[in-house]
C-alpha cells in the first residue's frame, strides 16, 4: 500500500500521510463556512416565525437555552422532510414490583432519498421522582410515552444541528413545587375557562399537558394553583389572539 492510501488495521482506519512533510491530511470540510451559516441563519429565522414559545418550546430559569418540546420537535420534522420511526430496544416490565422501564431508538429517515439522517435514544423509568406520587400500574404507557419523546428530541436536535439554539429535556429535571393547602387550588371557574379556550383553540390534550408540565411542573389542570391557572389562561387567551 502506497503512503497516499488510506489502511485500515486492526478495525482502525489510518489517514494518508504527506510523503513530503511527513503529516497526516484530515478529511476535507464538505460544507462551507458560508453554506454552514445560511443554515443557522434560516433555522433561526424558522424558530422566529413559525415556532410558538410555551407550545413548540420554553424556556425555565437558571438555563440559558430554551428547551425543544415535542410539538416543536414534530414541526422541524416536518419542515425538514423527515419520517420517524420509533423502537424500543429495552425494557423492563416487572409486574410484581410495579417497577417498568424503556430505551428507545428514534431513526430519522430523509423523505427525498430514504436515507438515515440520525438516531435519537431517550430513556425513561417508573422510579423518576415525577412519577413517584403515581400508582406504578396506570403509568406504563406515560412512561414508555416519555421515553420516545425524549429519543425524538435527541434525533431532531441531531438532525437539525439546532442544539445550539435548544436543549432537551429541561423540564424533565424539575422538582414539583410545594404547595401550602387545597386553599390554594385552582377554581372551578378557572378550569372551565382552561378548557373552553384550549377547545377554542383547538389544541390537543397533550400540547396542553405540556404547556403545564413545561411552565407549572404538573400535568393536569386541577393540581394547578390559582395564581397559575392565572397565568396558564392569560398564556392561552395572548396565544389565541396570535394564531
Known sequence: MTSNQQSVSNNVLHF??????????????????????????????????????????????????????????EKLCDVFGFSK???????????????FAYEVKMTLVRKDNGGIEAEGLGFCNSKESSFQQQDPYTIVNTVLKMAKKRALIDAVL??????????QDIEDIQKPKNRSSAEDKATRAQLQM????????????DV??????????????PELTKKQASTFIKDLIILKETL
Open 16 to 73: 494518508s500521510t504527506d510523503g513530503a512533510a511527513g503529516k497526516q491530511s484530515l478529511p476535507n470540510i464538505v460544507v462551507s463556512s458560508s453554506e454552514s451559516k445560511q443554515r443557522i441563519e434560516e433555522l433561526q429565522t424558522f424558530v422566529q416565525d413559525c415556532m410558538v414559545k410555551g407550545v413548540d418550546y420554553g424556556s425555565v430559569d437558571g438555563f440559558s437555552k430554551p428547551t425543544l418540546l415535542k410539538p416543536g420537535a
Open 85 to 99: 420511526t420509533a423502537d424500543v430496544v429495552n425494557r423492563i416490565e416487572q409486574w410484581e414490583s410495579g417497577i
Open 158 to 167: 441531531s438532525a437539525t444541528r439546532s442544539s445550539g439554539i435548544f436543549t
Open 194 to 205: 382552561i378548557f373552553r379556550t384550549v377547545d377554542e383553540l383547538d389544541m390537543s390534550t
Open 208 to 221: 396542553a399537558k405540556e404547556m403545564m408540565k413545561m411552565n407549572f411542573n404538573v400535568e393536569r389542570s
